[in-house]
C-alpha cells in the first residue's frame, strides 16, 4: 500500500454547501446499463417491500432502527460542510478482465471498421492500468487533475475564470478551454471517488440538484430496511436494502456495527443482477470529526449478447495524501498556455476555437468576440424558435408516424393529463441517460398524473429501437418520427415542429394541451411537470 500523508490544521470556520456530484457517476453507470426486472410484478414488488419493511425497521438485538442508520450514514458526510479547504492526491488502478476487453475491441472494430484497435491506440484493451487523481477546494477555486489512461487533464477555477489543459499520449492532441462559469466544471467535481455517496448534496460551485429525482436514485430515507447482520470485506455490517429506487433497482448498503459508517454500496435489478458496487473502507479521522475513506473502489457491470452480466471494470483508489483546513498555494490554480496549442473558448457567449497566442492584438481580440457573437446569436435563435412555442397548442404528431407501445395518439385523448415529450435516438449515447426517469415516470403514470411520450428520430430500424427499449424496460409511447419536411431544421417532422435540433431534448405539455416549457433533458423538466400537476 502507499505511503500516505495527511496534514492537519484544526482551524475550521465558514460552512461550504455540498453538492452530490458523486451520484452523477454511479448515475452515469446505472444509465449505461439499466435494469431488466424479472420475477415479480410492480405490485408484487411493491407489496413485499412494505412487509419487508413492517417486519425489519428495527435491528432486533440492538433495537437500531434502518432510519437511523440512514441518517447516521449521511451525517458522516457532513463534516465536508464544515471545512475551509481540501487537498486530496489519490493512486488509480484499472482493471478489466479478458471478456470486457474482447467487448470494448468488438465495439471499436464496429465503430471504426478501418482500424486494428490496440491497447497503444485504445488504453481500456490494456488488462490493468494505473494513474493519478487530485482534487482540491477552497472557498473560491477548485482544481482537479486526472492523469491516467492515456491522457492527462486538469481543470481549474481560479476565482474568475475558469481554464482547462487536456493533452493525449496515444495521438498527437492537445488542447486549452476557457470558461467563465463554474457549472461545468462543477458538474463533474469529485466524479472519480466514490464518496460522498449516500444523499444529495450541493457545493457552492454548482446549483442544487433536483431533489426529487437524487432522492429517488440515492433512496428516501423511509424505504430503507434492515435484512441481515453480515461481514462486508472484513467488517461488521448492518445490511439494508432499498427496492424503490429510480428505473426499478435495489439498493444495498453496508454499515459498519460499531461506528455506522457506510462500507458498501450496492446497485442492482430486483432479480438481484449486480450494476454497480462501490466500497470505501479504512477510514480515518483526519481531523475531529472528520472520518475519510482512504481505500475506495468501484466495481461496474455489463451484459453480454445473451443478457447474462459480466464485471467490465474495476477501478481501485488509494489516498496518497489528503490536507485539511491548510491554505493552499496559487499554484496549483494556475495553467501555462503555449502557443500555438488551438484554444477552445466559451468565455463570449458562443463557444468558438482558436490558436493561442501569448501577443494578440486588441483587433484579433474583437474578431475572434465577433465570431463568438455570431455563434451565440445562432443558438439564441434556435432557442428563440422553441421559447415562441410556450403558452401555445403543441404541434401535432405526425400523421404517418410509426408508433411502439401505443396506437397513434392525439393531443385531444391526452387532455386533462401532463405529458413530457422526450426526444432522443438509439445511436445517441447521451440519449440513454433519459431511459431510466422515462422508465420511472411510466411507471408511475396513474399515479402521477404525468404521461412521457418518446420522439424518436426517423431512420433506425425498428429491431435496434426495440431492442434498447427492451434493454431499459421502456415501456411509455414512443413516436418514430416521419421524414423531416424541405424546410424543416430538425431531425424529422415532429422535431422539426418543435424546434429541436439536437438530442436529448425534452418539452412539457400541460392538461390543456399546450406547451409549458422545454431543457436539455428529461431530468430538467420533470420538476416543472410537477408543478403542473398540482395547477
Known amino acids: 500500500m502507499p505511503k500516505t500523508r495527511v496534514n492537519l490544521n484544526s482551524s475550521m470556520a465558514s460552512r461550504l454547501v455540498i453538492m452530490f456530484s458523486l451520484v452523477l457517476a454511479e448515475v452515469a453507470i446505472a444509465q449505461n446499463r439499466p435494469a431488466n426486472v424479472k420475477g415479480a410484478n410492480e405490485k408484487e414488488s411493491a407489496a413485499l417491500a412494505l412487509g419487508s419493511a413492517e417486519k425489519n425497521t428495527k435491528d432486533e438485538q ?34 478489466r478482465p479478458p471478456e470486457a476487453i474482447a467487448a470494448r475491441r468488438a465495439e471499436l472494430k464496429r465503430r471504426f471498421p478501418d482500424i486494428d484497435p490496440t491497447p ?21 477555486r477548485l482544481r482537479f487533475l486526472r492523469d491516467e489512461l492515456g491522457q492527462r487533464g486538469l481543470t481549474i ?54 431533489k426529487e429525482f437524487w432522492e429517488d436514485f440515492s433512496g428516501h430515507l423511509e424505504d430503507f430496511v434492515i435484512t441481515d447482520r453480515a461481514g462486508y470485506r472484513g467488517i461488521d455490517c448492518y445490511v439494508l436494502e432499498n427496492k424503490n429506487i429510480l428505473g426499478g433497482l435495489t439498493r444495498k448498503w453496508y454499515v459498519g456495527v460499531k461506528d ?56 481501485d483508489l488509494e489516498v496518497l495524501e489528503v490536507r485539511v483546513n491548510e491554505k493552499l498555494p496559487d499554484e496549483l490554480f494556475q495553467i501555462e498556455f503555449k502557443d500555438g496549442v488551438d484554444v477552445v473558448d466559451h468565455r463570449f457567449g458562443g463557444l468558438v476555437t482558436y490558436p493561442y497566442k501569448a501577443d494578440r492584438t486588441d ?5 475572434i468576440r465577433e465570431k463568438a457573437r455570431k455563434r451565440a446569436d445562432s443558438g439564441d435563435e434556435d432557442k428563440r424558435a422553441r421559447d415562441v412555442l410556450i403558452g401555445k397548442p403543441a404541434p401535432p404528431f405526425p400523421e404517418n408516424a410509426e408508433w411502439l407501445n401505443s396506437k397513434p395518439l392525439t393531443w385531444e385523448q391526452l387532455r386533462g393529463r401532463v405529458v413530457i415529450l422526450a426526444f432522443w435516438a438509439e445511436w445517441c449515447g447521451p440519449c440513454r441517460g433519459e431511459m431510466p426517469p422515462m422508465s420511472d415516470l411510466h411507471k408511475k403514470s396513474k399515479q402521477s398524473a ?11 430500424e425498428i429491431e435496434d429501437i426495440t431492442a434498447l427499449m427492451k434493454k431499459y424496460d421502456l415501456h ?18 415532429m422535431s422539426s415542429r418543435c424546434g429541436v435540433d439536437g438530442i436529448p431534448y425534452a418539452f412539457v405539455v400541460d392538461k390543456q394541451g399546450n406547451v409549458a416549457g422545454h431543457a436539455w433533458g428529461v431530468g430538467d423538466i420533470i420538476a416543472l411537470a410537477n408543478e403542473l400537476v398540482k395547477k
Open 363 to 367: 483587433e484579433q481580440w474583437q474578431e
Open 476 to 493: 411509455c409511447p414512443v413516436c418514430i418520427d416521419a421524414p423531416r419536411p424541405p424546410d424543416g431544421k430538425g431531425f424529422g417532422a
Open 450 to 460: 404525468i404521461s412521457v411520450i418518446g420522439i424518436h428520430t426517423p431512420g433506425s
Open 120 to 140: 497503444q491506440r485504445f488504453p481500456e484493451l490494456k488488462p490493468i492500468s494505473t494513474g493519478t487523481i487530485e482534487y482540491a477546494f477552497d472557498q473560491r
Open 62 to 95: 440492538s433495537g437500531i432502527s434502518a432510519a437511523e442508520l440512514v441518517r447516521a450514514v449521511r451525517e458522516s458526510e457532513n463534516w465536508i460542510h464544515r471545512i475551509d479547504s481540501l487537498l486530496l492526491r489519490l493512486e488509480s488502478k484499472w482493471t
Open 157 to 210: 477555477w481560479d476565482g474568475r475564470q475558469g481554464m482547462a489543459h487536456y493533452k493525449y499520449f496515444t495521438h498527437q492532441q492537445e488542447t486549452y478551454a476557457l470558461f467563465n462559469t463554474t457549472e461545468k466544471m462543477g458538474k463533474t467535481f469529485l466524479l472519480g471517488m466514490p464518496w460522498p455517496r449516500s444523499q444529495a448534496h450541493t457545493f457552492w460551485w454548482t446549483p442544487l440538484p433536483a
Open 260 to 315: 455506522r459508517l457506510l462500507y458498501g454500496n450496492l446497485l442492482s435489478t430486483q432479480s438481484g443482477e449486480p450494476q454497480h458496487e462501490s466500497w470505501t473502507l479504512d477510514y480515518r479521522e483526519i481531523t475531529p470529526g472528520c472520518w475519510f475513506p482512504m481505500t475506495q473502489g468501484s466495481e461496474f457491470y455489463e451484459d453480454n449478447a445473451d443478457g447474462e452480466s459480466y464485471l467490465q471494470h474495476r477501478h
